[in-house]
């Protein structure tokens, strides 16, 4: 295989195979893609344990300001009540991310790929 003087491959050199041909007909670099994507997951998670993961450290903090703000907003006699939503905003987040530092170790136990001996 022949490399260009900008570590590209030349289009003669590389393997032309069907998938190549949706996404990357025009890039010189397309075998370093397909080499990536052939090679397994090496995270400590598996794709599902990453979702879950994800969806616990960023989303539950999230839920969990709104629904503190909401309830906040629902009990609240006061006619400005914006400063009670957005404390009662701040107070469900530091729960939210509270929770889901807890939560962690369990999905990472649940969902890691590491074989137990």
């Known amino acids: 295989m ?5 570590n590209s491959m030349n289009d ?8 190549d041909h949706f996404a990357c007909a025009g890039c010189g670099q397309r075998h370093l893609c397909r080499d990536v994507w052939e090679k ?7 794709s599902t344990g990453l979702l879950v993961g994800s969806m616990l450290v960023f989303l539950l903090p ?3 300001a709104i629904i ?26 530091i729960v939210g991310v509270i929770v889901a530092w807890l939560g962690m170790p369990l999905v990472r136990k649940h969902f890691s790929r ?4």
Do not use: C, R, W
């Not at 397994?40 to 598996?46: C, D, E, I, K, V």
């Not at 590491?114 to 001996?117: G, T």
């Open 62 to 64: 999230i839920l969990t």
């Open 12 to 19: 003669s050199d590389i393997d032309n195979k069907e998938e």
């Open 40 to 46: 397994p997951n090496q995270g400590p998670l598996s």
């Open 114 to 117: 590491d074989v137990p001996k």
């Open 68 to 93: 503190a703000a909401v309830i906040a907003g629902n009990y609240t006699v006061e006619k400005d009540f914006s400063g009670v939503q957005a404390m009662a905003a701040a107070g469900g987040a």
């Open 2 to 6: 022949a490399v260009n003087s900008d």
